[in-house]
């Protein structure tokens, strides 16, 4: 069944990592509470690729953010989480990014895009199970992801994957020390086939 789809264990713990950072110990409990995931509070997953944990963990988690902070502080607060869950996703267990390894310093600002976007489709499929795939166009790419934890966020009329945008902010920087705009253009939870994400190949300025 479709809820009963499977994610590792560290994807859920980068997750609420992320989530106290940016709300703090009591914000995070608030989340959980809301969510009706209290099981996590005071009892941390284990920093490993077990699938103990499902995309709807991962969807509700998120869509308790939005409810604890409000639809207007949530396009904010969800992309600065996706920044630190990429922070802390490097930090202990770069694996489940696909970075481990990756030679960036000889590459121009276009190839380390393309290498860390691929990266990142490759081990989101592979160690997720989450199928994504990306596309270059002249001016950008498309990051498609084709499974995405926001089908259990409910039914929306405008994208909401702010996580995803911030963990591409941050993978983006990390690997070439620039910004760039990044906007979800499709969305699962809107009805839509997959959550598409348009990344400009220029850098943003300053």
């Known amino acids: 069944m479709a809820e009963e789809k499977r994610m590792p264990n560290v994807m859920q713990r980068n997750l609420l990592a992320a989530v106290a950072d940016v709300l703090g110990e009591n914000g995070l409990k608030a989340v959980l509470n809301v969510a009706g995931l209290q099981r996590f509070i005071d009892n941390p997953l284990p920093n490993d690729m077990e699938l103990g944990v499902t995309f709807a ?36 267990r770069p694996a489940v990014l696909g970075l481990v390894g990756v030679a960036l310093k000889a590459l121009p600002t276009g190839a380390r895009m393309k290498v860390v976007l691929a990266s990142l489709a490759r081990a989101a499929t592979k160690d997720v199970h989450q199928p994504t795939d990306i596309e270059e166009h002249d001016d950008h ?8 934890p926001c089908r259990w966020r409910g039914k929306k009329d405008k994208p909401v994957c702010f996580v ?37 190949k220029e850098p943003l300025e300053g």
């Open 141 to 148: 790419f498309l990051f498609v992801v084709d499974e995405c």
């Open 57 to 92: 963990d991962y969807g509700m988690t998120q869509q308790a953010v939005e409810d604890v902070v409000g639809p207007k502080g949530a396009k904010m607060m969800l992309t600065r989480i996706g920044r630190a869950t990429f922070r802390y996703a490097l930090e202990e």
């Open 164 to 200: 995803t945008v911030g963990v591409l902010h941050g993978a983006l920087h990390w690997a070439t020390g620039k910004r760039f705009n990044i906007e979800e253009v499709s969305c699962i939870a809107m009805g839509d086939t997959a959550c598409r994400y348009r990344i400009d």
